[in-house]
């Protein structure tokens, strides 16, 4: 299976390339070839399968002629060696947990499959890998304990200081070993934009081999479908066999990798887009016009995306056809305020907490249940543990929240992490010397 961008299909690449290129040079994103139809027999039987056994036949589909079959399977049972299950709240609706991995967001999935597949590719003696990531909170834990003990590669975590929550500030910060953190004394803006000055500079590109871990790469996309296969899975062996997912939705990457999933033969009866404030997609399936905007902040401040990076993915999957995917895919907003009602709703309903992008997702599905009167089962996908985003719940909601023991280990750690100004000589001279 090759690669192309989705700028030139004539511009083609091995997995390997696409892994280490991150981006095609023409600012396209990385697409596989042919969408692979997963054999019925399998989709049929998925029930009798388990999340591992799952995540190597749908990667499998995509990358046998890349990675051998037994080196494949060891790769996933390393990178989805958590699970991702779905919690029933009522008769025909679940809340997919997709925080059970060691940052406690579902950036683990895609984390720790791209640092296996690097690790994988690294192993022949080449050149330390050093990735560079800038971080508003949670991609940085992710990443980093992603490749937290992967041999020959080397992190740098660029973060704004004071302006990430104090359970991710631990995350980044305590691991050692093979990552390293840096307070940057500015925005998450200037994080991304030394990050961006270091790669296009000569210099830092002969002395290392310099690569990025954003959201963008298509190996952190492929075992995002993983977890909708699954969940599937579990709903069939609850009778079900229609399916409506709720995505809380920033950079669009998470939903993209569940509508490959739908290309792939995934049956999803409908997908919905959930965001925050920031509502490019859903402003463009109703008017058509696709535009832009500078970010807003929000409560649920993983999805402040004005120009969501995976949206051309989507709509390559969609041959550029608004209408059929419109058929497939709706799209709703939610301001703060409904976010905190929805918060509150779902304690009250269900007993359940749930962060501020899980409980958009669940709005999400209340507003198309009255919408469609439609009552399929729906599953809304819950990307992070509460815990991460303290400062969004009233106080009562939040002394309820369980933390879990991952988190009560790292607090205990001593704080790690270089201060530097947002001066790229000063960035760059770090690299250097360090
Ligand atoms: C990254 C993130 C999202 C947004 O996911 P996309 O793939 O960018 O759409 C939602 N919720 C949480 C908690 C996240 O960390």
Same mark, same amino acid.
């Given at each position: 299976?090759?690669?192309?961008?989705?700028?030139?299909?004539?511009?083609?690449?091995?997995?390997?390339?696409?892994?280490?290129?991150?981006?095609?040079?023409?600012?396209?994103?990385?697409?596989?070839?042919?969408?692979?139809?997963?054999?019925?027999?399998?989709?049929?039987?998925? $029930?009798?399968?388990?999340?591992?056994?799952?995540?190597?036949?749908?990667?499998?589909?995509?990358?046998?002629?890349?990675?051998?079959?037994?080196?494949?399977?060891?790769?996933?049972?390393?990178?989805?060696?958590?699970?991702?299950?779905?919690?029933?709240?009522?008769?025909?609706?679940?809340?997919?947990?997709?925080? #059970?991995?060691?940052?406690?967001?579902?950036?683990?999935?895609?984390?720790?499959?791209?640092?296996?597949?690097?690790?994988?590719?690294?192993?022949?003696? $080449? /050149?330390?890998?050093?990735?560079?990531?800038?971080?508003?909170?949670?991609?940085?834990?992710?990443?980093?304990?992603?490749?937290?003990?992967?041999?020959?590669?080397?992190?740098?975590?660029?973060?704004?200081?004071?302006?990430?929550?104090?359970?991710?500030?631990?995350?980044?910060?305590?691991?050692? /070993? &093979?990552?390293?953190?840096?307070?940057?004394?500015?925005?998450?803006?200037?994080?991304?934009?030394?990050?961006?000055?270091?790669?296009?500079?000569?210099?830092? &590109?002969?002395?290392?081999?310099?690569?990025?871990?954003?959201?963008?790469?298509?190996?952190?996309?492929?075992?995002?479908?993983?977890? %909708?296969?699954?969940?599937?899975?579990?709903?069939?062996?609850?009778?079900?066999?229609?399916?409506?997912?709720?995505?809380?939705?920033? &950079?669009?990457?998470?939903?993209?990798?569940?509508?490959?999933?739908?290309?792939?033969?995934?049956?999803?009866?409908?997908?919905?887009?959930?965001?925050?404030?920031?509502?490019?997609?859903?402003?463009?399936?109703?008017?058509?016009? %696709?535009?832009?905007?500078?970010?807003?902040?929000?409560?649920?401040?993983?999805?402040?995306?004005?120009?969501?990076?995976?949206?051309?993915?989507?709509?390559?999957?969609?041959?550029?056809?608004?209408?059929?995917?419109?058929?497939?895919?709706?799209?709703?907003?939610?301001?703060?305020?409904?976010?905190?009602?929805?918060?509150?709703?779902?304690?009250?309903?269900?007993?359940?907490?749930?962060?501020?992008?899980?409980?958009?997702? %669940?709005?999400?599905?209340?507003?198309?249940?009255?919408?469609?009167?439609?009552?399929?089962?729906?599953?809304?996908?819950?990307?992070?543990?509460?815990?991460?985003?303290?400062?969004?719940?009233?106080?009562?909601?939040?002394?309820?929240?369980?933390?879990?023991?991952?988190?009560?280990?790292?607090?205990?750690?001593?704080?790690?992490?270089?201060?530097?100004?947002?001066?790229?000589?000063?960035?760059?001279? %770090?690299?250097?010397? #360090?």
């Amino acid at each position: 299976m090759q690669f192309y961008s989705t700028n030139n299909k004539d511009l083609r690449v091995s997995f390997k390339e696409a892994v280490f290129n991150s981006m095609p040079l023409d600012k396209g994103l990385y697409m596989p070839e042919v969408i692979p139809q997963l054999p019925a027999s399998f989709i049929d039987n998925i $029930e009798k399968y388990s999340l591992t056994e799952i995540a190597y036949e749908v990667a499998s589909a995509l990358l046998k002629d890349e990675i051998p079959a037994d080196d494949l399977k060891a790769l996933v049972e390393e990178a989805a060696n958590f699970d991702a299950p779905a919690v029933p709240l009522d008769d025909n609706t679940f809340v997919l947990e997709l925080f #059970h991995g060691p940052s406690l967001a579902f950036k683990d999935f895609g984390a720790r499959f791209m640092s296996r597949v690097m690790g994988y590719y690294l192993k022949d003696g $080449e /050149q330390l890998l050093d990735v560079l990531v800038a971080t508003s909170g949670d991609t940085g834990g992710a990443v980093a304990l992603g490749f937290l003990g992967v041999p020959n590669t080397r992190v740098t975590i660029l973060y704004p200081k004071g302006k990430v929550s104090p359970i991710q500030e631990q995350q980044l910060t305590t691991l050692g /070993q &093979n990552i390293r953190a840096i307070e940057v004394d500015g925005t998450f803006d200037d994080c991304q934009a030394l990050v961006k000055q270091a790669f296009a500079d000569e210099e830092l &590109n002969q002395k290392f081999r310099l690569t990025s871990a954003n959201s963008i790469n298509i190996s952190r996309l492929i075992p995002q479908t993983f977890y %909708y296969f699954n969940a599937y899975a579990q709903l069939k062996r609850k009778g079900f066999k229609e399916v409506v997912f709720s995505v809380p939705s920033g &950079n669009f990457g998470n939903i993209g990798a569940g509508l490959l999933a739908y290309k792939m033969g995934l049956p999803v009866k409908q997908f919905i887009a959930a965001t925050n404030a920031n509502d490019t997609v859903p402003r463009f399936l109703e008017t058509g016009v %696709y535009e832009t905007k500078p970010s807003v902040q929000t409560y649920s401040n993983a999805m402040d995306v004005g120009a969501p990076s995976n949206w051309v993915r989507i709509m390559d999957l969609f041959k550029q056809d608004t209408k059929v995917l419109k058929e497939v895919v709706t799209a709703y907003r939610f301001t703060d305020e409904e976010t905190l009602e929805g918060i509150k709703d779902i304690a009250e309903k269900y007993d359940y907490i749930a962060c501020p992008h899980t409980a958009i997702a %669940y709005l999400a599905v209340e507003k198309f249940r009255q919408q469609t009167e439609d009552e399929s089962a729906a599953v809304f996908l819950s990307t992070a543990h509460a815990c991460k985003f303290p400062d969004i719940f009233p106080p009562l909601l939040a002394s309820k929240i369980e933390i879990p023991l991952s988190v009560e280990e790292l607090s205990g750690r001593t704080k790690q992490a270089d201060e530097l100004k947002t001066d790229f000589a000063g960035f760059k001279s %770090y690299l250097l010397h #360090h």
